[in-house]
């Protein structure tokens, strides 16, 4: 089992910055890539961005140039810095990590990120 901790939403105006992390613990050997998902009202859960283990990113179109994926392997923790946020950024951002075993992804508590002025 592997159990994610979340932290680092908030409010904050258009054009401002947030960090999210997100802590790993338990059976950590098992990840293979770690990332996060964002779900906006009435909006279904979109995928946002993901690192893999040999350091490899991935990130949505619509935030490429604004937020940055990053990992510290040696805290099992992964990073989403938030630059220029805007409105449509507003959502409940969620922790994700892939294993290699059962089940096979787990998710975080979720995070409130609301960027309004």
């Known amino acids: 089992q592997v159990q994610l901790v979340e932290s680092g939403g908030g409010l904050v105006q258009p054009g401002g910055s947030l960090r999210l992390s997100c802590a790993a613990s338990?059976?950590?050997?098992?990840?293979?890539?770690m990332g996060w998902y964002r779900q906006a009202p009435g909006s279904e859960r979109e995928w946002v961005s993901v690192?893999?283990?040999?350091?490899?990113?991935h990130i949505t179109n619509s935030v490429n140039g604004r937020f940055t994926i990053s990992r510290d392997n040696a805290k099992n923790t992964v990073y989403l810095q938030m630059n220029n946020l805007k409105p449509e950024d507003t959502a409940v951002y969620y922790c994700?990590?892939?294993?290699?075993?059962?089940?096979?992804?787990?998710w975080g508590q979720g995070t409130q990120v609301t960027v309004s002025s």
């Open positions: 338990g059976n950590t050997i098992d990840i293979y890539a």
């Open positions: 994700n990590v892939q294993t290699y075993g059962q089940p096979d992804q787990y």
């Open positions: 690192i893999r283990n040999d350091g490899r990113t």
